[in-house]
């Protein structure tokens, strides 16, 4: 007997499931494209007089649209989620569809425990899909478009500061040609094992050729007998100095354009060398929870639709919409706090998320069923 019910409350669950994924499905996967298009509109709206001004071909256009995409749709998923719920809500609300599930003993939200595991999958997938999609595609819709409005990254540096070699060898530079491949008013602090102060390097100009740095009027500065004492730099001292050109060039990483592992060597260089880090890894934790805005507007849509008894699509929506713009705003100053160090890092990405489950909580506790 007890199998038996198992069994029929296990059928219907499934079968409850099923005709909620038949409603949902369809509207989201027509949301997700409209929104999608929307912002591939938007961008190529915004741009297209400076691809008129530089004759940029069709194709090129086309391949810049074509990088775009992925990044439209983890703009467009949260929207198109949000839309998709309140919709099929606010039609089983209009159809008493709803009233007569909770007559039955059917709670909200025993019946959009579908919809919320559906959401919480989202929010995972998106997250890979970012790390492994939308940041190459970016990369390339970035390079692409660069090139095609003549505006490509000036790898030029200027006052560069490198640690090389575990921080026995420090790396000072007034300016780095990339070009010409040359460093002016170069000055290399070498030290020992124990960060023991060996000697000092100074140079007008250093040239890379291929293998090493070759300078030019460099000069040694090292003590002897406790006196210091000023030698004409060797060659033999010169091809100590291996730190490639690449190290030197102005290529600041943006945390939120790399993947993680990128994300985290990059990190781990700014801890290793005394710059502030903080703003970097608050972006990086940021990587894992603004996926998680999938799930939270799903729980908000399905918390204030069970709060609305009267034009349940319009109020819902508008509230869910709210919500959502809420939770960007929240984010966006936690993270600010992060970045000024008024908040720790793991705070800034994540609070806005803790605070709006909670909310999401309460909603559907006091769920009208």
């Keep these: 007997m007890q199998n038996s019910c198992f069994y029929l409350i296990l059928g219907v669950s499934m079968k409850l499931a099923l005709y909620i994924y038949r409603m949902f499905f369809p509207l989201f996967l027509a949301s997700l494209a409209t929104f999608a298009f929307i912002l591939e509109m938007v961008d190529l709206m915004m741009n297209?007089?400076?691809?008129?001004?530089?004759?940029?071909?069709?194709?090129?256009?086309?391949?810049?649209?074509?990088?775009?995409?992925?990044?439209?749709?983890?703009?467009?998923?949260?929207?198109?989620?949000?839309?998709?719920?309140?919709?099929?809500?606010?039609?089983?609300?209009?159809?008493?569809?709803?009233?007569?599930l909770f007559a039955s003993?059917?709670?909200?939200?025993?019946?959009?425990?579908?919809?919320?595991?559906?959401?919480?999958?989202?929010?995972?997938?998106?997250?890979?899909?970012?790390?492994?999609?939308?940041?190459?595609?970016?990369?390339?819709?970035?390079?692409?478009?660069?090139v095609a409005l003549n505006q490509e990254k000036d790898l030029d540096n200027d006052n560069i500061v490198?640690?090389?070699?575990?921080?026995?060898?420090?790396?000072?530079?007034?300016?780095?040609?990339?070009?010409?491949q040359r460093l002016r008013n170069l000055c290399v602090v070498v030290r020992g094992e124990d960060k023991e102060l060996r000697s000092i390097i100074f140079a007008d100009y250093a040239a890379w050729n291929g293998e090493h740095w070759?300078?030019?009027?460099?000069?040694?500065?090292?003590?002897?007998?406790?006196?210091?004492?000023?030698?004409?730099?060797?060659?033999?001292?010169?091809?100590?100095?291996?730190?490639?050109?690449?190290?030197?060039?102005?290529?600041?990483?943006?945390?939120?354009?790399?993947?993680?592992?990128?994300?985290?060597?990059?990190?781990?260089?700014?801890?290793?060398?005394?710059?502030?880090?903080?703003?970097?890894?608050?972006?990086y934790y940021n990587k894992f929870s603004f996926?998680?805005?999938?799930?939270?507007?799903?729980?908000?849509s399905v918390g204030i639709s069970g709060n609305c008894r009267r034009n349940v699509f319009v109020i819902s929506l508008t509230l869910s919409l709210a919500?959502?713009?809420?939770?960007?705003?929240?984010?966006?100053?936690?993270?600010?706090?992060?970045?000024?160090?008024?908040?720790p890092p793991i705070f800034g990405a994540w609070l806005p998320v803790a605070l709006f489950v909670f909310l999401s909580f309460v909603l559907l506790k006091y769920s009208h069923t």
């Design 48 to 100: 297209i007089w400076r691809y008129i001004y530089n004759s940029v071909p069709v194709n090129v256009v086309g391949t810049i649209m074509l990088n775009f995409l992925p990044r439209t749709f983890t703009w467009a998923l949260p929207l198109a989620f949000l839309f998709a719920s309140c919709f099929m809500l606010s039609t089983l609300a209009s159809n008493n569809e709803l009233t007569a």
């Design 105 to 146: 003993g059917v709670s909200l939200i025993e019946f959009t425990v579908p919809l919320l595991v559906v959401s919480a999958i989202f929010s995972v997938a998106l997250f890979f899909f970012q790390d492994r999609v939308v940041v190459k595609a970016s990369l390339k819709y970035e390079q692409v478009k660069s």
């Design 162 to 180: 490198i640690i090389s070699d575990g921080g026995k060898m420090i790396y000072k530079a007034d300016h780095f040609d990339n070009y010409l």
């Design 214 to 283: 070759r300078t030019q009027n460099g000069q040694e500065y090292r003590y002897e007998n406790g006196i210091m004492k000023i030698f004409p730099l060797g060659r033999e001292i010169e091809k100590t100095l291996t730190e490639l050109p690449e190290t030197f060039r102005n290529n600041t990483v943006s945390v939120e354009s790399a993947t993680i592992e990128e994300s985290r060597v990059y990190i781990r260089h700014l801890q290793k060398t005394g710059l502030p880090f903080s703003e970097a890894l608050s972006q």
């Design 291 to 300: 996926p998680f805005v999938v799930f939270i507007v799903a729980f908000l």
């Design 323 to 343: 919500a959502a713009v809420l939770f960007y705003v929240t984010q966006m100053i936690t993270m600010l706090m992060a970045k000024f160090g008024m908040l």
